[in-house]
Each structure stands twice: as structure tokens, then as C-alpha cells.
């Protein structure tokens, strides 16, 4: 029931440039009690909610499905997990435009409420990556461990930014974005890889413990 509402939502906006004018005349179109989809969703923005999380759920699965994944170090695996985002969301690009339409925007600084599942579910991925890359030696643990605290937040943000990029470019294929995504996610390892500032932090540490 859930998937028939969602995939007649998209069609509905696919085939009106909109979304349908209230629940109860959307419901009824589909031979559904107002009742019976509230069942499932309380809200048009919900639905968009769970789509949005749905392109995130499935990047995941399928990167992880692939054989070669595990063997990735964390910046593959991150690059991976981008270029197959922007695939996924290829392939539902004229229901995103016209959702985007009512984002604020740019993403990155707004809190859009129908990205907020996508979100959780891409914070918890890159948690994971980023415990993997502490243990490879491939991200820093900082001094401050709220700095490393921040890092899925401002990986999400980077999220935000190519899908906004994305959304704009008029590249063929969208090589573009494909070259933004190369170059945003070597820059974000390597600040979060460590750099001279943590050798010269260390040294400034070992001097002021050993001082005279």
C-alpha cells in the first residue's frame, strides 16, 4: 500500500507539475479511504520524505552489494557513494526538479524537513566510514574531539552542495558534477587526513609537557 501511494504521487506530479490539491481527492483517485492513508503517511511532505530518504537507502545498497566495496579505503568508498547517488537520482531527475522547486535553497544552509530522513540515514553511513577511516589512519583524530564530531555534519553539507550543483548543471551527462565530486571529496579527505598543523600541534604539545 505504501509503494502504491508513493509511486502514484510521482506520477500524479509527473503528469500535473504539482502536487495533488488536497489528500482526500488523492486518496479517492486511488479508490483509498482518507482514513486509509493516513495509515501510511500524514502528509504530502512525508511522502517527499520518504523518497528523498529512499535515493540515500538505495546508493547504499548498492554500493555495499558490490564485490569490490569492502576492498575500497574510505575516500572510494565516499566517491562511490556520490557518483551512484547522482545515478540514482538520474533517473528520477524531471520529479526532483519539480520537488526542488519548493526547497529553500541553497540546501546546504536551509533545514528542509523532507531531507531530514535522508539525512539521518546519511549521517549514520558516514559515522561508520569515518570510525573506519580513524582506524586506516586515513582521518585524523583531532585534539578537539568535536571537530571530529562535526565531520558527517559537514559531509552532509557537501551532500547538499553537489545535489544543488547537480540540479543546475547543464554539462552533457553531467560531467561537471562528476568533476565536482572528485574534487570535493579528495579536498575533504585530505583536510581530514592529518596535515602539517597536527605534526606542528604535537610538537607544540611535546614542548609545553617537556618545558623547563
Do not use: C
Not at 88 to 107: A, C, D, H, V, W
Not at 158 to 180: G, M, R
Amino acid at each position: 500500500m505504501k509503494n502504491k501511494i508513493k509511486e502514484s504521487y510521482v506520477l500524479f506530479v509527473l503528469n500535473h507539475g504539482h502536487e495533488p490539491e488536497s489528500i482526500y481527492k488523492f486518496a479517492k483517485d486511488l479508490e483509498l479511504t482518507e482514513a486509509e492513508f493516513y495509515e501510511n503517511f500524514n502528509s504530502f511532505k512525508q511522502i517527499n520524505a520518504e523518497i528523498w530518504k529512499g535515493y540515500f537507502e538505495n546508493t547504499m545498497a548498492n554500493i555495499k552489494a558490490e564485490e569490490v566495496f569492502d576492498s575500497y579505503i574510505v575516500r572510494e568508498k565516499l566517491l562511490s557513494f556520490f557518483y551512484t547517488l547522482i545515478e540514482e537520482m538520474k533517473g528520477n531527475r524531471s520529479f526532483i526538479l519539480k520537488g526542488y522547486e519548493t526547497l529553500e535553497k541553497p540546501l546546504n544552509m536551509k533545514k528542509n524537513a523532507e531531507l531530514a530522513d535522508a539525512k539521518r540515514v546519511f549521517v549514520d553511513f558516514i559515522n561508520e566510514l569515518v570510525i573506519e577511516g580513524q582506524e586506516t589512519r586515513e582521518v585524523e583524530s583531532r585534539p578537539i574531539p568535536q571537530i571530529t564530531a562535526k565531520y558527517p555534519e559537514w559531509i552532509w553539507m557537501l551532500a547538499l552542495s553537489i545535489i544543488d550543483f547537480w540540479i543546475k548543471d547543464d554539462s552533457k551527462l553531467f560531467e561537471k558534477t562528476d568533476t565536482l565530486i572528485e574534487k570535493s571529496v579528495n579536498t575533504t579527505m585530505d583536510w581530514m587526513a592529518r596535515t602539517p598543523l597536527d605534526s606542528l600541534f604535537d610538537l607544540g604539545k611535546f614542548l609545553f609537557q617537556n618545558r623547563a
